[in-house]
């Protein structure tokens, strides 16, 4: 949601040293190589990828902990007041959310029309440097059971275990569902059956670790 509401998508990333070394999911990105931001952004809303995560985090602010801050400097404006973020990525660190507050995260950036482009797309084909293509399918596995579910974001971490938030247009209405500590195997049909119950009334729903958002709550 910062690089969107920085705009200018289309200048131009120097990949650095410091990037190189992200872990797990990558593209195996080299010191020197330039990728437009949009290139990048898109590979970390389609597949999460790390090594692009970190180049942008730094090129937007400086350093990953400059950008931590915008993050949660973003988080307080917007009232998700529960969440303490370190890092561009999400893997382990000191940091901390609830379904509330990343539900609060993502109805904003559903809002953005360039991120909800990237986050329904089933798959993107990354363009590398020396022209090799990487194909790259979406970790959201919803996005291909129905055109009514049209985003977000998987995450995974071993502490938070499976989560996913997804948004679709169902009964009239477009909802949001965060699901925080599943598993693999109950994630996406859980987000299926979830989603598919959402009343044609604006809703507001915490049970456990899920949260459903109507269009109208904030």
């Not at 509401?5 to 990333?13: C, S, T």
């Not at 609830?98 to 995260?105: F, L, N, P, Q, Y």
């Not at 797309?121 to 293509?133: A, C, L, T, V, W």
Request: aromatic share 8%; charged share 20%; net charge positive.
């Amino acid at each position: 949601m910062l690089l969107a509401r920085a705009g200018n998508l289309e200048e131009i990333v120097t990949i650095a040293q410091p990037e190189t070394h992200a872990e797990p999911a990558k593209l195996g990105l080299k010191v020197g190589e330039r990728y437009p931001r949009r290139q990048l952004l898109e590979a970390v809303m389609v597949k999460s990828m790390n090594d692009a995560c970190a180049a942008l985090a730094r090129d937007h602010s400086g350093s990953e902990e400059a950008f931590a801050e915008k993050m949660n400097a973003t988080a307080s404006a917007i009232g998700a007041n529960s969440s303490h973020f370190a890092n561009s990525n999400g893997l382990p660190a000191e940091q901390y959310s609830t379904a509330r507050d990343i539900a609060r995260v993502a109805f904003y950036a559903y809002r953005n029309p360039e991120l909800r482009e990237m986050m329904q797309k089933k798959e993107s084909r990354f363009r590398h440097n020396n022209g090799r293509i990487s194909l790259l399918e979406a970790t959201n596995f919803l996005l291909s059971r129905s055109p009514a579910f049209n985003g977000m974001k998987t995450g995974y971490t071993n502490a938070a275990g499976r989560c996913l938030v997804s948004s679709g247009c169902l009964n009239g209405r477009e909802v949001i569902l965060v699901q925080l500590g599943s598993k693999t195997k109950y994630i996406f049909n859980d987000a299926a059956r979830a989603m598919a119950w959402a009343p044609p009334e604006p809703l507001f729903f915490t049970n456990g670790s899920n949260t459903v958002i109507g269009d109208s709550v904030f």
